[in-house]
Nanobody
Framework: VQLQASGGGLVQAGASLRLSCAAS????????MGWFRQAPGKEREFVAA???????YYADSVKGRFTISRDNAKNTVYLQMNSLKPEDTAVYFC?????????????????WGQGTLVTVSS
C-alpha cells in the first residue's frame, strides 16, 4: 500500500493551497482518510479526517479555513487550505485506515504517505 501526497509549496499568508493524496495497493472507500502535520520541533498533530460516509472532523486551528474531501473512485483524499497563516507551516502527511470510526490520533492510522512541505511566509 502506498500513499502519495502532493501539492505542497511556498506561499504567502492569506493564500490557498490544495493538497492531494492518492492511495494505491488497496481501496479505502469504506475506511477513513486524514491529514496530519508536523512543524519543526513539534509533535505530529491532527488536521482533518473524512470517513467513508463523508462525515468530516477538523482541528480547531483549521476549522473554517481547511476543507477535506475524498474521491472514492480515485482512492484520493484532498485538503483545500485557504487563508493560510505562517503557523500552518509544516510537513503535511496523509494517512488512511480501513477502520470506519472517526480517528484523530496518529496511532489509529496504519498507512502513511511520505509528507509534503507547506511553507507560509508572513
Amino acid at each position: 500500500v502506498q500513499l502519495q501526497a502532493s501539492g505542497g509549496g511556498l506561499v504567502q499568508a492569506g493564500a490557498s493551497l490544495r493538497l492531494s493524496c492518492a492511495a494505491s495497493g488497496r481501496t479505502f472507500s469504506r475506511g477513513i482518510m486524514g491529514w496530519f502535520r508536523q512543524a519543526p520541533g513539534k509533535e505530529r498533530e491532527f488536521v482533518a479526517a473524512i470517513r467513508w460516509s463523508g462525515s468530516t472532523y477538523y482541528a480547531d486551528s483549521v476549522k473554517g479555513r481547511f476543507t477535506i474531501s475524498r474521491d472514492n473512485a480515485k482512492n484520493t483524499v484532498y485538503l483545500q487550505m485557504n487563508s493560510l497563516k505562517p503557523e500552518d507551516t509544516a510537513v503535511y502527511f496523509c494517512a488512511a485506515d480501513g477502520a470506519q470510526r472517526m480517528a484523530v490520533m496518529p496511532h489509529e492510522y496504519n498507512y502513511w504517505g511520505q509528507g509534503t512541505l507547506v511553507t507560509v511566509s508572513s
